[in-house]
């Protein structure tokens, strides 16, 4: 959550409203409540005539980790109108990306810890100032690994992957449109 909330603060925009659901699990139920909470504010909008109760865009951003079922949470989403970041094996595979390239499947442990090289306290909380200069290369990078997954035939889900890039391209998006 810090680490959008860091780029929210940055952006400096008011368009953006990051809410952390309480709920945490397996990526389908994160996915469900997400979709409850889209269908809640267009129902809302609906009842009060007022667009501006509708949500632009609603983001699930979740581990791969050991769950079950990524590809029907997926399926899920897309069948929602659910924006999604995912990161396999784990979030600290984003923040390594900031740092170096990383091209092997790793487990989350193995992430963490290659990430303790480049962020000696690391403890859940990503320092903003050492991050968001080097978003670029983290994006870069992590666009690679999308693109080196779908020409091997694979998933762009696989290990190891992160599309926390494209959650962080909506918030600049938003940002500038703010800006205008």
Known sequence: AGYFEDWRTELRTTLVD???AGEHGV???????A?????????????QQDDSLAYDQVWCIFDVDEHPDV????????????????????FE???????RDHRAHLGRQQAR?????????????????????????????????????ERCGGEVTDNPSSSVWRLVDALRAAAERDAV
């Open 93 to 99: 595979l984003w923040a390594l990306l900031h740092f």
């Open 35 to 47: 979709a409850a909470r889209l269908r809640e504010a267009r129902r809302a909008a609906s009842r």
């Open 27 to 33: 990526p389908r139920s994160l996915v469900a409540v």
């Open 71 to 90: 590809a029907a949470a997926v399926d899920q989403a897309r069948g929602n109108g659910i924006e999604l970041a995912v990161s396999n094996p784990s």
């Open 18 to 20: 990051i809410e952390i």
């Open 113 to 149: 810890t290659l990430l303790k090289t480049h962020l000696p306290t690391y403890d859940k909380r990503l320092p903003a100032a050492e991050l968001l200069p080097r978003y670029h290369d983290a994006r870069r990078r992590a666009c690679w690994l999308v693109e080196n997954h």
